[in-house]
Structures are given as C-alpha cells and as structure tokens.
C-alpha cells in the first residue's frame, strides 16, 4: 500500500522540467484540427478519425502527466510549488510555466503563461478524457456524413478552446480560450448549416454568449483599473497578511505587476489576500473595502463597491457561457448540432466555464457577499426554472439540456455560497453521467431512426441492451436514487454546503436556498425517471419510426460503458477519507481542492462576513435527500407507467393540459426576451437604418455618384471628336477674345 | 494710281472672304468643300497681307503671301491624299460620319 502511494506521489517526469512542455497540450489538439480541416478532404475517413482521436488521446496523456506532477510529493521530499512572481510564498501543489511577454501597452502587461494546479488539473482530465471517449463515440455517429473532417476538426478545436481556458494563469489568456469554445460551439451548433433552422440555432448561441463575453470584458478592464488603484494606494501595512516581511511583499507584488501584469490570478490572489473586508481588523492596512479610490476613472468609488461590479458582470459573463438565467435560452436550441457535440458542450467543457471562472477566482468572491448572494440566486433561480421546464419537454435532447441548465444551476448555487469544492466535485461527476445520458440518446437516436420524441419510443430496454444499462446507471447516478453513486453524493455535499455556508447579513437565504435545492432534486429525480420510463420501459410505441431498433456499434457502446462505471466510481471523491488540516477526514475532493481554496478560506475566516462550513452531511441529511429522490423517481414512474402512459396520440389530462402547454413554451421567456429586447432592438436599429440609408445612402453616396455622372453627361459633348464642333468653338473664342479687344480699344 | 482705292475696302473684302470660308468650314458636310473653303480663308488671308504691303510700300507682305501659297498648295496636296484615303476606307466624305477624333 506505502509502495502503491509513494509511486502515485512521484511524478515520472520532474515537475519543474514538464511544466515547460504544457504548451504541447493545447498545441495536440490545435494541430488536430488544423490537420483535420485543411487536409481532412484529402485524408481519408479513417486517416481523420484516427488524427483527431489520437490528438485528444495524446493530450490526455500529458494531461495525465501533468496532473501527476501536481501531485508530486516523493517521501522525504518536498510537494510541489511554483514560484509566485507576485509575493516571496510559493504557489502550492502548482506547476506552470511563462512563455513570456504577449503583449504590453504602458504599464499593462499580459503574459503567455500557463499553469496547472489542483482544480485545473482536475479539470485538463474530465475535458481531455471525456472529450477523447466523445471522440471515440463520434466516428461512429458520424460515419454517414459527408463533411466528417470538419465535424473531427471543429471537435478538435473545442478541446483546444476549452484546455486553454483551463491552463490560463491570467484572464485575458483565459478570455481567449473562452471566446474559442464560443467559436466552436457556433460551428459545431450550426454544424449542418445547410438546414436553416439549425444554422439560426447556432447562431442564437453565438450571440447570447456575446453578450456575456461583453460583460466579461468590461469586468476585466474594471479589474485592471483596480489593480492599479490598489497598487498606488496600498501602504506597507496592507501587505502585513501576505508575506512574512511586509515591505518585501509590497515590492514583490509591484515587480510582480511589472513581470506579469495585473490580470494574472496569482496576483489577484495577492490582492485579495492583502484587502482587508474592514479597517477595524487591520489598522495599520491604509486600505479596506470601503476606501474610496482617490484617482483614475473609477475615483469616488469604494474598492468593495466596484468589486460586486466586477463581480456581477463576471457573474453575466459566466451566464452566458454557463447557460444561466438571463442567458440560458441558447443551451436547449444548442441540440441542433450533432448529439456528441451536445455530449462535449454539456458535459466537459464550455458550460463549466463559468463555475470554473468562479472557482477560479473564488478569493475575490468571497469578499462580496453580496455578488455572492446574487451567484447562488441566479443559480438556484435558473436551476429551478429549467427544471421545471424540463417536465414537459418531450424531445429526448431538450429534457436533457435543461437537466444540464438545471444541474450547473445547482453548482452555482455551491459557488454562491462558498463550497467551492462540492460545486467541482458535481461538475466532474456531471460531466460523467451527463455525458453517458447525452450519449445514451445519441445511440437511441441512432438505434431508432434519429426519432427524439420520446412518446414515439418505449420498450427498448430489450433492445438495446448495453445502452439500456447505462442509461439506467446514469440516471439513478443524476437522479440520486441510487444513493451509492457519485451524483448523489456529490449534490448532497452541494446541497449541505448551501445549507450550512452563512453569508452575514443574508441568514434567512441559506435555509431558502437548501429547500429549493431539494425540490430541484426532487423536479431532477422525477423528469430524469419519465425520460428513462417512456423511452425504455413499457411498449414499443405503435408510431416508432422503425419497428426494431438495433443495437450501436461498439465504437459507441464502449464510451458509453466506461462513462457508466466512472458515473459511480467518482463516488470515491465525496468520501471523508482524506484528514485534513484539522486532523478531521475531509472528503477526498475538499481535501484535495484544500490548496486552491485556501486564500478563499482564510479571506472567509478573517473577513467574517463568510461563514465557510466543514462539517459533514450527516445520516438524516443523507436521508433526506434520498427520500427526495426516490418520491419523484417513484412519481414519476407511478404516473407514467400506470396513469399515463402518455404516447403520442393520448392527450393529457384536461386538468393538466394548459399546465402542459405552458411548461411546454419555456414559459414563454423566449418570447418575453423577443418583446422586451430583440423588438425594440430591431425597431431601433430600423430607424438607424433609415436615417443611414436617406442622408449616407440616398444623400452621400448616391449624391457623388449623380453629380459624377451629370458632369458626364453634360461635358461629353465636348469630346464628340467632330473637328467642326471644335472648329465652331475655337471660332466663337475668337469672336469673343475680338469682342472684348474691341471693348478695351473703344475704352 | 492716284486715285487708288482705299486700303479699307480691301480689308473689308478680306474680313467678308474670310468670313465666307469660316462658314463654309463650320457648316458644310462635304470635306472637299471643306477644304474649298479653307483655301478661301487662306486667300483672305493673303489679300490682308497684300493689302498691307502695298500701303507700306515694301515687299515683305508678298513674301509672306508666297509662302502662305505654297504652304496652302502643300496643304491641299496632303489633305487631299488624307481624304481620298478615308473615301477608300470609309466609302465617304461626309466629314459629320468620320468622327475618329474622339477616340
């Protein structure tokens, strides 16, 4: 066992030397698709298959390695840690590298750096090896199409999006790769563009996540301003919290400034770290929350107040990406594209970008509970909504987008309220049973002649045996009625977190927000169950498509498996095995996160307006939460096995059916958006139109083009070439020159 | 010749010639007349000098109107070569149909 531990302990490849080679895990893939959308053409079907599986493979290899050099702790020897160019303490359990200067402009400054520590080493291992069994599942969804190397060549290009935002080590590297996985998901929505509608969807996805990258930027340039606020302002005794000696933490974390500018995460560390929440519990700090900034644009300003600012747009940013309240409407319409694309934006990487932002960044979070209250009711809000939502979907594809909705809702609700570790913990194990559910559908449309209604399905549990189980398996797992799986545990975790986490002066909302966490488990076990009930219980469905579905290749069904055992197999992160700090067993996750939540911990513990919670879930919690899910599992395999079995053709209840209708609208918010926003977007911009078209259209350029041609039209007759007009000319010259000499002469 | 016309009388005939050939150039079609009328303007010209050389006495306006007949007859020669070669070509000496100045 010693021995077994040591070799997990001890990279094979010494951390320091591999962190220079990180680049090579962005740079597989990029090639891939580089390779896959230039020569795809030429290449060959199964020359791209194996370029693109084998990229994402080979970097989730290094992936692997670089998360073992994370770890990396030989007995004797001493853990792993960077160098922090920002304060004289190391960064712990952190590999990265500077590939130097990208760009500067005066004093702002952003580096070429990656860097890989617990989280996003978690993260590079859910993104590559979820992303390379969604590979894997591809080619043979994708064997029929035409345009395959585009499709391999996108996917390619998502996991090198995606990876670049998870190795980032400032924001605006980060922003890069945000702006990519935005890129790809438009492609891969839009995928087959030749269908209008969904080219329209993909589009749809393009633009709202543009409204939260918008919001995003101006958060960055907001942080920027504050970091140079602070920067000036700060006096020696601000930095007493970071470093041992104060002043040579206040001019390291200066250097720092100049060597990699503001926006680099171990720098905001040190800012947050160094920003005490009032001036009471720091007198010597010439600093708080509630000192105004004295100069640049944001003068007149509290440091706190435009914190929550930042924060807030963070939090649209996030929304976007994340698919949250406002911004969630692009996810459901997001099932255009090809289902493995649905998989991979669901699973494991575009929508846990905004959990991870916030994870991320979690040390300024906890600052402002305020912009934390806002996360956690956000999340809880959209969660509750899309669950609701998802009752009355029929589309196999969109009870399962709204799941997700519903789902990252929940890990926002975590992220709100502090337990930042329960909210990674239920991206990862989501991003397995996600996945497995996403591709389970994939394969019953595959198996059923692309039918996604699932009154039109049924009966296929003896069918399609091997995504039968695994079906199942996901959904216990996300429903929690298995009460051994990691979906269970992982948002019973969230959900104590919720519960226990007090932010100061908002008491009342952790109890709120606990209850409707449960009743969004509640809403998850029961629509999860109807999904599986109607599609594989009960009758084949007289109107199916074909009569016998067939089983999926093996392509197919292998990720499907794998996906199913890692749906119960990440249990082992939520158990308290691990001791902590304290002496207390932590579960694996929390402990294992301890190093990057850290500055978050101690900003909650000395700020006192955080209330961060260790204590386990105990057996009445663990209780109750099962209870839950087996009521709405039991309800809804009660009603739609016995009550209704709803196939299409028997309408619903009466009762039920403007309940149904409405649910069945979205709640109509797409509609609201469109009469609140897209309309008087779209009359504003007609009149913009208008005024542009008459004065620059009609009147400018219109106008030279007349003017040009009048003077045409009216000198090209003297240009006849008839040497009598120009004879006759000349003459009347002559007569006119005469004329005036004789009016001189008689003058 | 003492009782010799006036000098002004035979300015006026020349300004009357001259006038007669500008019209002629301006209005007629046919190149031929064209060039009948460009050798009237010519003449008008040459009666002027003439004119004056008789009233200064000297013979530097004969010489000028020697040369402006041989440069006319010069002139009609290579004009006339010019419009037999368009007639050849075109099949007409209608000057409003050979409009090649303006290219």
Request: charged share 10%; with cysteine.
């Amino acid at each position: 066992m010693e021995a077994l531990k040591s070799f997990f302990m001890t990279a094979p490849v010494e951390p320091a030397v591999f962190a220079q080679s990180l680049w090579l895990i962005i740079a597989l893939p990029l090639l891939g698709a580089f390779v896959c959308g230039v020569f795809g053409k030429k290449l060959g079907r199964g020359n791209v298959h194996l370029i693109a599986c084998a990229t994402v493979a080979g970097s989730f290899v290094l992936s692997a390695l670089a998360f073992w050099c994370v770890n990396h702790a030989p007995p004797g020897g001493s853990p792993v840690s960077m160098e922090n160019p920002f304060s004289s303490s190391a960064v712990r359990y952190a590999i990265g590298y500077d590939y130097g200067t990208w760009f500067a402009a005066g004093d702002f400054r952003v580096n070429f750096g990656l860097m890989v520590d617990h989280l996003s080493g978690v993260m590079l291992l859910v993104i590559t090896g979820v992303g390379f069994l969604i590979h894997v599942y591809s080619t043979s969804y994708m064997e029929h199409d035409e345009s395959g190397w585009r499709y391999f060549s996108y996917l390619n290009l998502f996991i090198a999006a995606m990876l670049t935002l998870v190795l980032a080590d400032n924001l605006v590297l980060l922003f890069v790769g945000w702006e990519g996985v935005g890129l790809a998901s438009y492609l891969l929505i839009g995928f087959w563009y030749t269908d209008a509608a969904k080219a329209w969807a993909g589009r749809k996805a393009f633009v709202t996540n543009r409204i939260g990258d918008f919001a995003f930027l101006i958060a960055s340039f907001l942080l920027v301003l504050l970091v140079s606020a602070f920067s000036t302002q700060a006096n020696v005794g601000n930095y007493a919290t970071v470093g041992v000696n104060a002043e040579a933490a206040q001019a390291r974390y200066r250097e720092g400034l100049e060597l990699k500018g503001p926006l680099s995460f171990p720098g905001l560390e040190i800012l947050a770290n160094a920003v005490p929440t009032t001036t009471e519990n720091n007198t010597q700090a010439a600093l708080s929350l509630q000192t105004t900034i004295q100069e640049g644009p944001l003068a007149g300003r509290t440091f706190g107040g435009v914190l929550t600012v930042t924060l807030l747009l963070f939090l649209l940013g996030a929304a976007g990406k994340s698919a949250q309240f406002p911004l969630y409407v692009w996810l459901p319409d997001a099932m255009a594209g090809p289902t493995p694309v649905s998989a991979l934006i669901h699973a494991a990487t575009m929508v846990t970008a905004g959990v991870y932002l916030f994870c991320r960044m979690s040390y300024l979070l906890v600052l402002s509970p305020t912009a934390m209250l806002t996360v956690a009711i956000i999340g809880a809000f959209t969660a509750l909504l899309a669950a609701l939502i998802a009752f009355a979907q029929d589309d196999i594809k969109k009870v399962l987008a709204y799941s997700t909705v519903s789902q990252l809702g929940l890990m926002f609700m975590g992220v709100g309220t502090g337990i930042f570790w329960a909210a990674v913990l239920h991206l990862v194990t989501h991003a397995f049973f996600k996945a497995c559910l996403f591709l389970g559908a994939g394969s019953v449309m595959h198996g059923n002649g692309d039918e996604t209604d699932i009154k039109k399905l049924g009966g296929l549990r003896g069918e399609m045996r091997t995504t039968w189980w695994t079906f199942l398996v996901a959904t216990l797992t996300i429903t929690g009625i298995l009460p051994l799986s990691s979906g269970f545990l992982s948002k019973d975790a969230l959900l104590h977190g919720v519960h226990h986490n007090h932010l100061v002066g908002f008491e009342g909302a952790a109890t709120a927000l606990y209850v409707v966490g449960l009743v969004i488990a509640l809403c998850t076990a029961f629509y999860m169950t109807r999904v599986y009930v109607l599609t594989f219980e009960g009758e084949r469905s007289k109107e199916a498509r074909v009569a016998h579905a067939h089983e999926s290749s093996r392509y197919m069904t292998v990720p499907l498996v794998i996906l199913a055992f890692l749906s119960i197999a990440a249990l082992w992160y939520a158990l308290p095995l691990m001791p902590g700090r304290s002496g207390i067993k932590q579960p694996v996750m929390e402990n294992f996160l301890g190093p990057v939540f850290a500055s978050a911990e101690r900003i909650a513990a000395r700020g006192a307006q955080v209330k961060l919670d260790h204590s386990l879930p105990s057996g009445l919690d663990y209780a109750i939460a099962w209870v839950t899910a087996l009521v709405g599992g039991g309800l809804a395999a009660f009603a739609y096995r016995k009550y209704f079995p709803a196939r299409a053709g028997t309408p619903a209840p009466v009762w039920a059916r403007s309940v149904r209708r409405f649910t069945q609208n979205k709640f109509y918010v797409d509609e609201v958006y469109d009469f609140l926003i897209i309309r008087p977007v779209k009359g504003v911009g007609t009149i913009v139109f208008k005024m542009v078209e008459t004065v620059i259209d009609k009147g400018l350029v219109h106008g030279t083009a007349w003017v040009t041609n009048f003077a045409g039209i009216t000198l090209r007759y003297l240009q006849t070439g008839d040497a009598q007009a120009y004879a006759t000319v000349m003459a009347l010259a002559l007569l006119g020159g005469a004329v005036y000499a004789i009016i001189q002469v008689l003058n | 010749m003492a009782n010799s016309v006036d000098i002004k009388y035979y300015l006026i005939l020349a300004a009357i010639l001259f006038c007669l050939g500008m019209f002629g150039v301006l209005v007629r079609r046919n190149a031929l007349v064209v060039f009948m009328c460009v050798e009237l303007m010519l003449n008008a010209a040459n009666l002027t000098f003439l004119s004056f050389a008789k009233q200064n006495g000297d013979l530097t306006g004969h010489v000028s109107a020697f040369f402006v007949i041989a440069v006319a007859a010069a002139e009609a020669s290579i004009g006339l070569a010019i419009v037999i070669a368009v007639f050849r070509s075109r099949g007409t000496v209608n000057i409003e149909e050979i409009r090649t100045m303006k290219h």
